[in-house]
Protein backbone atom coordinates (compact mmCIF):
# COMPACT_ATOMS: atom_id res chain seq x y z
CA UNK A 1 0.00 0.00 0.00
CA UNK A 2 1.36 3.30 -1.12
CA UNK A 3 1.88 5.84 1.52
CA UNK A 4 -0.68 8.75 1.24
CA UNK A 5 2.75 11.16 2.67
CA UNK A 6 5.12 9.90 -0.88
CA UNK A 7 4.61 10.78 -4.18
CA UNK A 8 6.01 8.39 -6.80
CA UNK A 9 8.06 11.37 -8.47
CA UNK A 10 7.62 15.09 -6.84
CA UNK A 11 8.33 15.80 -3.28
CA UNK A 12 6.84 19.47 -2.28
CA UNK A 13 6.75 21.97 1.22
CA UNK A 14 5.40 24.88 1.68
CA UNK A 15 5.22 27.11 4.71
CA UNK A 16 3.74 30.20 6.25
CA UNK A 17 5.29 32.14 8.16
CA UNK A 18 2.84 35.35 9.70
CA UNK A 19 4.63 37.73 12.44
CA UNK A 20 4.24 41.16 13.02
CA UNK A 21 7.55 41.46 14.47
CA UNK A 22 9.25 39.61 11.74
CA UNK A 23 9.68 40.81 8.03
CA UNK A 24 7.40 39.48 5.83
CA UNK A 25 8.21 35.96 3.90
CA UNK A 26 7.16 34.39 0.72
CA UNK A 27 3.88 32.82 1.66
CA UNK A 28 4.64 29.53 0.22
CA UNK A 29 7.80 28.22 -0.93
CA UNK A 30 7.66 25.00 -3.26
CA UNK A 31 10.34 22.55 -4.42
CA UNK A 32 8.52 20.75 -7.28
CA UNK A 33 11.21 19.37 -9.05
CA UNK A 34 13.19 16.89 -6.23
CA UNK A 35 13.97 13.65 -7.80
CA UNK A 36 15.54 10.63 -5.97
CA UNK A 37 17.02 8.58 -8.63
CA UNK A 38 18.62 4.97 -7.83
CA UNK A 39 22.93 4.82 -8.73
CA UNK A 40 24.51 1.93 -9.64
CA UNK A 41 26.57 0.26 -6.24
CA UNK A 42 29.99 0.50 -6.26
CA UNK A 43 31.88 -3.51 -6.35
CA UNK A 44 35.06 -2.97 -4.58
CA UNK A 45 37.53 -5.63 -5.57
CA UNK A 46 41.03 -6.53 -3.61
CA UNK A 47 43.33 -7.66 -6.00
CA UNK A 48 45.86 -10.73 -4.57
CA UNK A 49 49.61 -9.88 -3.80
CA UNK A 50 52.81 -11.59 -5.24
CA UNK A 51 55.02 -10.33 -2.96
CA UNK A 52 58.94 -10.96 -3.12
CA UNK A 53 61.56 -11.85 0.14
CA UNK A 54 64.34 -9.92 -0.51
CA UNK A 55 68.41 -10.64 1.01
CA UNK A 56 68.00 -8.43 4.12
CA UNK A 57 70.94 -6.59 5.63
CA UNK A 58 72.04 -8.11 8.78
CA UNK A 59 74.70 -5.88 9.62
CA UNK A 60 76.14 -2.29 8.43
CA UNK A 61 78.89 -3.80 6.63
CA UNK A 62 77.10 -6.39 4.82
CA UNK A 63 76.60 -6.13 1.20
CA UNK A 64 75.52 -9.67 -0.01
CA UNK A 65 74.52 -12.79 1.59
CA UNK A 66 74.89 -16.74 1.10
CA UNK A 67 71.68 -18.90 1.35
CA UNK A 68 72.83 -21.66 3.77
CA UNK A 69 69.27 -23.80 4.09
CA UNK A 70 65.60 -22.93 3.05
CA UNK A 71 64.03 -23.83 6.17
CA UNK A 72 60.58 -24.28 3.67
CA UNK A 73 60.14 -25.87 0.68
CA UNK A 74 58.19 -24.04 -2.45
CA UNK A 75 54.38 -25.06 -1.85
CA UNK A 76 54.39 -24.76 1.66
CA UNK A 77 52.04 -22.35 3.28
CA UNK A 78 53.72 -19.66 5.80
CA UNK A 79 52.64 -17.26 8.36
CA UNK A 80 53.54 -13.86 9.27
CA UNK A 81 56.79 -13.81 11.43
CA UNK A 82 57.59 -17.79 10.65
CA UNK A 83 61.17 -18.77 9.81
CA UNK A 84 61.66 -19.25 5.96
CA UNK A 85 65.47 -18.84 4.75
CA UNK A 86 68.74 -19.10 6.75
CA UNK A 87 71.04 -16.72 5.63
CA UNK A 88 74.93 -16.59 6.25
CA UNK A 89 75.78 -12.62 6.59
CA UNK A 90 79.58 -11.34 7.17
CA UNK A 91 79.63 -12.85 10.67
CA UNK A 92 76.73 -14.90 11.70
CA UNK A 93 73.96 -17.31 10.78
CA UNK A 94 70.86 -15.62 10.95
CA UNK A 95 67.25 -16.98 10.60
CA UNK A 96 65.22 -14.73 8.03
CA UNK A 97 61.02 -14.41 8.89
CA UNK A 98 58.40 -13.72 6.83
CA UNK A 99 56.47 -10.29 7.05
CA UNK A 100 53.07 -12.08 5.53
CA UNK A 101 51.24 -14.64 5.13
CA UNK A 102 50.93 -16.55 1.86
CA UNK A 103 52.52 -19.35 0.13
CA UNK A 104 56.36 -19.85 -0.75
CA UNK A 105 55.69 -20.19 -4.51
CA UNK A 106 59.27 -20.22 -6.02
CA UNK A 107 62.94 -20.07 -4.60
CA UNK A 108 65.24 -17.61 -6.77
CA UNK A 109 68.31 -17.94 -5.19
CA UNK A 110 69.29 -21.52 -3.84
CA UNK A 111 70.88 -23.20 -0.91
CA UNK A 112 74.92 -22.33 -1.39
CA UNK A 113 74.36 -19.44 -3.88
CA UNK A 114 75.42 -15.67 -3.07
CA UNK A 115 73.31 -12.94 -3.26
CA UNK A 116 73.40 -9.04 -2.99
CA UNK A 117 71.56 -7.08 -0.13
CA UNK A 118 67.82 -6.02 -1.16
CA UNK A 119 67.75 -8.58 -3.81
CA UNK A 120 64.67 -10.99 -4.41
CA UNK A 121 65.59 -14.88 -2.98
CA UNK A 122 62.01 -16.14 -3.08
CA UNK A 123 58.68 -15.39 -4.07
CA UNK A 124 55.88 -15.27 -2.21
CA UNK A 125 52.22 -15.83 -3.40
CA UNK A 126 49.08 -15.22 -1.74
CA UNK A 127 46.49 -17.69 -2.80
CA UNK A 128 47.08 -20.48 -4.92
CA UNK A 129 45.61 -19.19 -7.92
CA UNK A 130 48.90 -16.87 -7.98
CA UNK A 131 51.60 -19.52 -7.84
CA UNK A 132 51.79 -19.97 -11.79
CA UNK A 133 52.08 -16.22 -11.84
CA UNK A 134 54.72 -16.14 -9.11
CA UNK A 135 56.99 -18.87 -10.75
CA UNK A 136 56.83 -17.03 -14.05
CA UNK A 137 58.07 -14.31 -12.27
CA UNK A 138 60.80 -16.21 -10.43
CA UNK A 139 61.70 -17.43 -13.64
CA UNK A 140 61.96 -13.97 -15.64
CA UNK A 141 64.19 -12.96 -12.60
CA UNK A 142 66.35 -16.18 -13.14
CA UNK A 143 66.88 -15.44 -16.56
CA UNK A 144 67.82 -11.55 -16.27
CA UNK A 145 70.05 -12.61 -13.31
CA UNK A 146 71.84 -14.99 -16.02
CA UNK A 147 71.65 -12.67 -18.97
CA UNK A 148 73.52 -9.94 -16.52
CA UNK A 149 76.27 -12.91 -15.62
CA UNK A 150 79.45 -12.57 -18.04
CA UNK A 151 80.33 -15.25 -19.94
CA UNK A 152 83.05 -17.21 -19.54
CA UNK A 153 86.34 -17.51 -21.18
CA UNK A 154 86.99 -19.62 -23.91
CA UNK A 155 89.17 -22.65 -23.14
CA UNK A 156 92.68 -22.74 -24.78
CA UNK A 157 93.15 -24.60 -27.63
CA UNK A 158 95.77 -26.63 -26.41
CA UNK A 159 95.00 -26.51 -23.23
CA UNK A 160 93.13 -30.14 -21.80
CA UNK A 161 90.44 -29.80 -19.19
CA UNK A 162 91.29 -31.46 -15.74
CA UNK A 163 89.06 -34.76 -15.37
CA UNK A 164 86.21 -34.00 -13.05
CA UNK A 165 86.20 -35.17 -9.39
CA UNK A 166 83.92 -37.34 -8.87
CA UNK A 167 81.21 -36.32 -5.65
CA UNK A 168 78.71 -39.39 -4.23
CA UNK A 169 75.48 -37.51 -4.54
CA UNK A 170 74.61 -38.65 -1.08
CA UNK A 171 77.29 -39.34 0.86
CA UNK A 172 76.98 -40.84 4.09
CA UNK A 173 77.01 -38.84 7.36
CA UNK A 174 80.97 -40.49 8.81
CA UNK A 175 80.95 -41.11 12.94
CA UNK A 176 84.00 -39.29 14.36
CA UNK A 177 85.75 -40.19 17.66
CA UNK A 178 86.95 -37.01 20.32
CA UNK A 179 84.77 -34.09 21.35
CA UNK A 180 84.19 -31.44 19.17
CA UNK A 181 82.14 -28.48 18.84
CA UNK A 182 79.13 -29.82 16.80
CA UNK A 183 77.84 -27.07 14.28
CA UNK A 184 74.02 -27.18 12.52
CA UNK A 185 71.85 -24.85 11.05
CA UNK A 186 68.51 -24.43 12.84
CA UNK A 187 66.48 -26.18 10.70
CA UNK A 188 68.95 -29.11 10.75
CA UNK A 189 68.29 -29.36 15.06
CA UNK A 190 64.80 -29.30 14.64
CA UNK A 191 64.76 -32.26 12.18
CA UNK A 192 67.22 -34.29 14.54
CA UNK A 193 64.79 -33.50 17.79
CA UNK A 194 61.68 -35.36 15.59
CA UNK A 195 63.36 -37.63 14.02
CA UNK A 196 65.62 -38.83 17.23
CA UNK A 197 69.19 -38.55 15.73
CA UNK A 198 72.41 -37.68 17.84
CA UNK A 199 73.54 -34.76 16.18
CA UNK A 200 76.98 -35.27 17.91
CA UNK A 201 77.35 -38.28 16.02
CA UNK A 202 77.30 -36.78 12.32
CA UNK A 203 79.55 -34.71 10.45
CA UNK A 204 77.89 -32.48 8.23
CA UNK A 205 78.79 -32.32 4.74
CA UNK A 206 77.61 -28.40 4.90
CA UNK A 207 80.27 -25.72 4.55
CA UNK A 208 83.10 -26.03 7.11
CA UNK A 209 81.45 -29.29 8.24
CA UNK A 210 77.89 -27.68 9.01
CA UNK A 211 75.37 -30.19 9.53
CA UNK A 212 72.81 -29.42 6.91
CA UNK A 213 68.85 -30.80 7.22
CA UNK A 214 70.33 -33.34 4.29
CA UNK A 215 72.80 -34.74 6.56
CA UNK A 216 69.85 -35.29 9.19
CA UNK A 217 67.49 -36.92 7.08
CA UNK A 218 70.38 -39.49 5.69
CA UNK A 219 70.98 -40.61 9.13
CA UNK A 220 67.28 -40.93 9.93
CA UNK A 221 66.82 -43.23 6.25
CA UNK A 222 64.67 -40.70 4.67
CA UNK A 223 66.08 -39.70 1.00
CA UNK A 224 66.05 -36.16 0.21
CA UNK A 225 64.70 -35.01 -3.01
CA UNK A 226 67.47 -32.50 -3.53
CA UNK A 227 71.33 -33.08 -3.16
CA UNK A 228 74.19 -31.30 -1.26
CA UNK A 229 76.29 -29.82 -3.14
CA UNK A 230 79.80 -29.39 -1.33
CA UNK A 231 82.34 -26.10 -2.04
CA UNK A 232 83.97 -26.24 -5.28
CA UNK A 233 87.56 -26.22 -5.31
CA UNK A 234 89.14 -25.02 -8.87
CA UNK A 235 92.59 -26.73 -9.64
CA UNK A 236 94.72 -23.88 -10.87
CA UNK A 237 96.76 -25.06 -14.24
CA UNK A 238 99.54 -23.04 -15.75
CA UNK A 239 98.56 -20.17 -17.96
CA UNK A 240 98.07 -21.26 -21.04
CA UNK A 241 100.59 -19.47 -24.07
CA UNK A 242 98.61 -16.51 -25.61
CA UNK A 243 99.70 -14.68 -28.57
CA UNK A 244 101.93 -11.55 -28.37
CA UNK A 245 100.17 -8.18 -28.33
CA UNK A 246 100.95 -4.54 -28.56
CA UNK A 247 100.38 -4.29 -25.07
CA UNK A 248 101.77 -7.43 -23.73
CA UNK A 249 104.58 -5.89 -21.75
CA UNK A 250 102.11 -4.68 -19.34
CA UNK A 251 102.53 -5.90 -15.69
CA UNK A 252 99.78 -8.12 -14.61
CA UNK A 253 97.85 -7.17 -11.18
CA UNK A 254 97.31 -10.44 -10.73
CA UNK A 255 100.29 -13.19 -10.78
CA UNK A 256 99.54 -16.42 -12.20
CA UNK A 257 98.52 -19.46 -10.18
CA UNK A 258 101.67 -21.58 -9.14
CA UNK A 259 101.70 -24.94 -11.03
CA UNK A 260 99.44 -27.75 -8.88
CA UNK A 261 98.02 -25.06 -6.58
CA UNK A 262 94.83 -24.94 -6.04
CA UNK A 263 92.46 -21.96 -5.98
CA UNK A 264 90.21 -21.57 -2.77
CA UNK A 265 87.10 -18.49 -3.01
CA UNK A 266 87.06 -16.72 0.29
CA UNK A 267 84.32 -17.13 2.55
CA UNK A 268 81.88 -14.40 3.41
CA UNK A 269 83.48 -13.75 6.82
CA UNK A 270 86.70 -14.38 5.16
CA UNK A 271 85.65 -11.37 2.50
CA UNK A 272 84.60 -9.48 5.36
CA UNK A 273 88.00 -9.74 7.52
CA UNK A 274 89.95 -9.24 4.27
CA UNK A 275 87.81 -6.11 3.56
CA UNK A 276 88.55 -4.90 7.03
CA UNK A 277 91.79 -5.45 7.48
CA UNK A 278 92.45 -3.60 3.67
CA UNK A 279 90.97 -0.50 5.72
CA UNK A 280 92.79 -0.39 8.27
CA UNK A 281 95.77 0.31 5.87
CA UNK A 282 94.83 3.93 5.30
CA UNK A 283 94.64 4.72 9.49
CA UNK A 284 98.16 6.28 10.62
CA UNK A 285 98.72 4.07 13.34
CA UNK A 286 101.84 3.53 16.19
CA UNK A 287 102.73 0.76 18.89
CA UNK A 288 103.44 0.82 22.60
CA UNK A 289 104.53 -1.94 24.25
CA UNK A 290 104.63 -2.13 28.28
CA UNK A 291 105.56 -5.08 30.73
CA UNK A 292 103.33 -5.64 33.19
CA UNK A 293 103.86 -8.14 36.30
CA UNK A 294 101.30 -10.77 36.81
CA UNK A 295 101.88 -12.85 39.70
CA UNK A 296 98.94 -11.25 42.11
CA UNK A 297 96.77 -11.47 39.01
CA UNK A 298 97.75 -15.43 38.53
CA UNK A 299 97.31 -15.70 42.22
CA UNK A 300 93.82 -14.10 41.91
CA UNK A 301 92.45 -16.56 38.63
CA UNK A 302 93.61 -19.40 40.55
CA UNK A 303 90.82 -18.42 43.58
CA UNK A 304 88.32 -17.52 40.66
CA UNK A 305 88.83 -20.08 38.37
CA UNK A 306 86.89 -22.25 39.67
CA UNK A 307 83.50 -20.08 39.39
CA UNK A 308 83.77 -20.43 36.06
CA UNK A 309 86.05 -16.83 35.37
CA UNK A 310 88.72 -16.87 32.60
CA UNK A 311 91.98 -14.71 32.37
CA UNK A 312 90.07 -13.20 29.52
CA UNK A 313 87.71 -11.70 31.28
CA UNK A 314 90.45 -10.77 33.43
CA UNK A 315 91.60 -8.72 31.41
CA UNK A 316 88.87 -7.03 29.98
CA UNK A 317 87.62 -5.78 33.20
CA UNK A 318 90.83 -4.45 34.25
CA UNK A 319 91.24 -3.04 30.51
CA UNK A 320 87.98 -1.34 30.85
CA UNK A 321 88.58 0.13 34.27
CA UNK A 322 91.57 1.70 32.52
CA UNK A 323 89.91 2.96 29.40
CA UNK A 324 87.49 4.92 32.29
CA UNK A 325 90.22 6.94 33.56
CA UNK A 326 91.52 7.51 30.02
CA UNK A 327 88.48 8.46 27.73
CA UNK A 328 90.58 9.66 24.87
CA UNK A 329 91.73 5.68 24.46
CA UNK A 330 88.15 4.73 24.00
CA UNK A 331 87.12 7.56 21.34
CA UNK A 332 87.22 6.60 17.25
CA UNK A 333 87.76 8.62 14.82
CA UNK A 334 85.70 7.56 11.34
CA UNK A 335 85.76 10.70 8.70
CA UNK A 336 89.21 11.32 9.37
CA UNK A 337 87.72 15.35 10.38
CA UNK A 338 86.70 14.51 13.73
CA UNK A 339 86.52 12.19 16.38
CA UNK A 340 84.02 11.02 19.04
CA UNK A 341 84.03 10.27 22.37
CA UNK A 342 82.43 6.88 23.26
CA UNK A 343 79.80 7.02 26.36
CA UNK A 344 80.13 3.33 26.14
CA UNK A 345 82.79 0.67 27.07
CA UNK A 346 82.55 -1.95 24.78
CA UNK A 347 85.32 -4.42 25.48
CA UNK A 348 85.50 -6.16 21.73
CA UNK A 349 87.64 -9.50 22.07
CA UNK A 350 88.82 -11.51 19.26
CA UNK A 351 88.14 -15.08 18.81
CA UNK A 352 88.91 -17.56 15.89
CA UNK A 353 86.29 -19.75 14.95
CA UNK A 354 86.26 -22.31 11.86
CA UNK A 355 86.94 -20.62 8.90
CA UNK A 356 87.64 -16.89 9.91
CA UNK A 357 87.76 -14.05 13.06
CA UNK A 358 84.91 -12.45 14.76
CA UNK A 359 85.24 -10.16 17.99
CA UNK A 360 82.11 -10.67 20.21
CA UNK A 361 81.42 -7.64 22.01
CA UNK A 362 80.62 -7.34 26.28
CA UNK A 363 78.59 -4.07 26.16
CA UNK A 364 79.22 -1.71 29.59
CA UNK A 365 82.22 -4.12 30.59
CA UNK A 366 83.10 -1.15 33.07
CA UNK A 367 79.73 -1.74 34.59
CA UNK A 368 79.59 -5.44 34.80
CA UNK A 369 80.76 -7.05 37.82
CA UNK A 370 83.18 -9.66 36.82
CA UNK A 371 80.98 -13.00 37.27
CA UNK A 372 78.58 -11.66 35.68
CA UNK A 373 81.30 -10.62 32.90
CA UNK A 374 82.77 -14.00 32.30
CA UNK A 375 78.91 -15.80 32.00
CA UNK A 376 78.45 -13.18 29.29
CA UNK A 377 81.31 -13.87 27.88
CA UNK A 378 80.97 -17.68 28.37
CA UNK A 379 77.57 -16.98 26.47
CA UNK A 380 79.00 -15.17 23.88
CA UNK A 381 81.46 -17.52 22.44
CA UNK A 382 78.94 -20.20 22.57
CA UNK A 383 76.88 -18.41 20.07
CA UNK A 384 80.18 -16.84 18.16
CA UNK A 385 81.07 -20.33 17.44
CA UNK A 386 77.69 -21.32 16.14
CA UNK A 387 77.85 -18.40 14.30
CA UNK A 388 74.31 -16.96 15.89
CA UNK A 389 75.75 -13.82 17.23
CA UNK A 390 73.13 -10.50 16.41
CA UNK A 391 74.74 -7.33 14.95
CA UNK A 392 74.85 -5.82 18.46
CA UNK A 393 76.91 -8.61 19.60
CA UNK A 394 79.84 -7.59 17.37
CA UNK A 395 79.77 -4.49 15.85
CA UNK A 396 79.66 -2.19 18.93
CA UNK A 397 82.76 -2.43 20.21
CA UNK A 398 84.83 0.99 21.01
CA UNK A 399 88.11 -1.27 22.38
CA UNK A 400 89.15 -4.46 21.35
CA UNK A 401 91.53 -7.23 22.96
CA UNK A 402 93.36 -9.51 21.60
CA UNK A 403 95.10 -12.63 23.75
CA UNK A 404 97.21 -14.70 22.25
CA UNK A 405 99.05 -15.59 25.47
CA UNK A 406 97.42 -19.03 26.34
CA UNK A 407 98.87 -20.25 22.95
CA UNK A 408 102.29 -19.14 24.78
CA UNK A 409 103.22 -16.48 22.39
CA UNK A 410 105.52 -13.66 23.88
CA UNK A 411 104.60 -10.70 22.02
CA UNK A 412 102.79 -9.82 18.70
CA UNK A 413 101.17 -6.60 17.15
CA UNK A 414 97.46 -6.38 16.48
CA UNK A 415 96.13 -5.08 13.27
CA UNK A 416 93.54 -1.77 14.18
CA UNK A 417 89.90 -2.48 13.70
CA UNK A 418 88.37 0.18 11.51
CA UNK A 419 86.43 2.45 13.68
CA UNK A 420 87.88 2.56 16.94
CA UNK A 421 91.01 4.28 18.57
CA UNK A 422 93.01 1.08 19.90
CA UNK A 423 93.69 -2.66 19.87
CA UNK A 424 95.32 -4.52 22.71
CA UNK A 425 97.94 -7.39 21.99
CA UNK A 426 98.47 -9.57 25.52
CA UNK A 427 101.21 -12.26 25.09
CA UNK A 428 102.38 -15.22 27.78
CA UNK A 429 103.09 -14.20 31.22
CA UNK A 430 106.62 -15.87 31.40
CA UNK A 431 109.22 -15.94 34.54
CA UNK A 432 111.55 -13.11 34.19
CA UNK A 433 114.46 -12.16 36.56
CA UNK A 434 113.73 -8.96 37.95
CA UNK A 435 116.19 -6.96 40.01
CA UNK A 436 115.04 -4.34 42.64
CA UNK A 437 116.39 -0.90 43.89
CA UNK A 438 118.67 -2.15 46.35
CA UNK A 439 120.50 -4.76 43.63
CA UNK A 440 118.63 -7.99 44.71
CA UNK A 441 117.35 -10.38 42.15
CA UNK A 442 114.19 -12.01 42.02
CA UNK A 443 111.94 -14.12 39.63
CA UNK A 444 108.65 -12.63 39.01
CA UNK A 445 106.15 -13.82 36.15
CA UNK A 446 105.84 -10.45 33.36
CA UNK A 447 103.81 -10.24 30.19
CA UNK A 448 104.17 -8.02 27.45
CA UNK A 449 101.36 -5.78 26.48
CA UNK A 450 101.46 -4.09 22.94
CA UNK A 451 98.75 -1.96 22.13
CA UNK A 452 98.19 -0.39 18.28
CA UNK A 453 96.53 2.88 18.45
CA UNK A 454 94.93 5.52 16.04
CA UNK A 455 97.60 8.66 16.11
CA UNK A 456 95.23 11.04 14.56
CA UNK A 457 93.16 10.93 17.96
CA UNK A 458 95.47 9.38 20.16
CA UNK A 459 98.84 10.39 21.33
CA UNK A 460 102.26 8.92 22.73
CA UNK A 461 101.30 10.14 25.88
CA UNK A 462 97.83 9.34 26.24
CA UNK A 463 98.80 5.23 25.04
CA UNK A 464 101.81 5.20 28.13
CA UNK A 465 99.27 6.80 30.56
CA UNK A 466 96.60 4.46 29.46
CA UNK A 467 98.78 1.21 29.92
CA UNK A 468 100.78 2.90 32.99
CA UNK A 469 97.18 2.60 34.64
CA UNK A 470 96.23 -0.65 32.78
CA UNK A 471 99.51 -2.32 34.79
CA UNK A 472 98.91 -1.08 38.14
CA UNK A 473 95.21 -2.69 38.38
CA UNK A 474 96.49 -5.70 36.74
CA UNK A 475 99.47 -5.46 39.86
CA UNK A 476 96.80 -4.96 42.21
CA UNK A 477 93.86 -6.89 41.47
CA UNK A 478 91.62 -6.40 44.31
CA UNK A 479 89.29 -3.67 42.59
CA UNK A 480 88.44 -6.26 39.84
CA UNK A 481 86.26 -8.30 42.01
CA UNK A 482 84.70 -5.09 43.43
Known amino acids: MASPFLSNSTISFSSSLKYSTLPRLSPSVSFSSIRFKSTPRRILTVRSKIREIFMPALSSTMTEGKIVSWVKSEGDVLSKGESVVVVESDKADMDV ?36 EAKAKAASKSGASTRSAPPPPAPAADSTPAPPKSTPANAAPIVTEGPRKTVATPYAKKLAKQHKVDIESLVGTGPYGRITPEDIEAAAGIFPSKTNVGPVVVEAKPAAPTKATSDSSA ?29 SISVPTFRVGYPVTTDALDALYEKVKPKGVTMTALLAKAAAMALVQHPVVNSSCKDGKSFSYNSNINIAIAVAINGGLITPVLQDADKLDLYLLSQKWKELVEKARAKQLQPQEYNSGTFTLSNLGMFGVDRFDAILPPGQGAIMAVGASKPTVVADADGFFSVKNKMLVNVTADHRIIYGADLAAFLQTFSKIVENPESLTL
Open 97 to 132: ETFYDGILAAIVVGEGETAPVGAAIGILAETEDEIA
Open 251 to 279: PSSIPPPVPGSTVVPFTTMQAAVSKNMVE
